[in-house]
C-alpha cells in the first residue's frame, strides 16, 4: 500500500510539473516585479552604434519600452503614447526623465532603429526628445536578461511576437517603480509616478488591462488553454483516484 501511495505521489508530481513548464513556455504579457532591480550589465548598441552598459545609461528617472521597430501592431502605438505624453507633460525630458526604447528583436539593425525614431522626432514639438529619447537594440541574450528581470513577457511568432503595450518606470538607482499598461499615459499619473521614482519609491500600478500583439488574446492562446485546463483536469481526476482507491475496503492481513 505505502509502494503504491508513493508511486502515486511521484506520477502526479511529475504530470503537474511538466503541465507548469509547458504553461510557462506559452505565458505572454506581464509578470509584474516591482521592486526588482534591473542589470546593469547588459550592453546595448546605441545610435552612434557603439556597445554601451545599460547601468551606465540610467541616472535618473527612466521611462522604458520593449517594441519592434518592424511591428505591424501595438508597438507603434506604444511609442506613439510616449511621444505624446513627452509633448504633454510639464516635467523636463532630460533633467526630470528620460525615455529608452530598446528592441526585442535581435535581427533589427541600429539604422533601423535610428530611422523609427526620426520619424516621430518630425511630429515632436520637443526640442531634447533628440538626445533624451534614445533607440537601442542588442543581442538576444541582452533582451532576455532586461525582459526577464522585468517581467516582460514575449514569445517569437513566425517573423512577428506575441507580447503586451506596456512602459515600465524605473529609478535612478535601476529599481522597477511603476507598470504603465495601454498605450496612453495621463500626463498627471505620470507626473506623480516619475517625482515618485526620483525618491526610489515603488509604486501599484493602477490599470491593469493588458493588451496584447499580433492579434493575440488570451482567450485566444490555445496551447496555455490547453494546458490549464488539462492541469485541472488532471489534478481532480488524481484526487478522485486516491479517494476512491483509499475508500476501497482491505481484508485484513491473517498473522496466525
Known sequence: MRHSYHTLAIFSFTFLLLLRISAQNNRFGILEKSGYTLPADVLLLNEDSTWVKFGDLINKPTLLSFVYYKCPGLCSPVMDGIAEIIDKTDLKLGKDYQVITISIDYKEPINLAIAKKKSYLKTMRSHTASRFWQFYVTDSA??????????????????????????????????????????????????????DAKKEFVDPSRLEDQKYCYNFTPRKNKYYSIVISSAGIGILAAAAFLFIWLSLPREPKNFS
Open 142 to 195: 541582452g533582451i532576455k536578461a532586461l525582459t526577464n528581470a522585468a517581467g516582460w513577457e514575449f514569445k517569437r511568432s513566425g517573423n512577428d511576437f506575441v507580447h503586451t503595450a506596456a512602459t515600465i518606470l524605473i529609478t535612478p538607482k535601476r529599481k522597477i517603480s511603476q507598470y504603465f499598461y495601454g498605450t496612453f499615459i495621463l500626463p498627471m499619473h505620470f507626473h506623480l509616478a516619475v517625482n
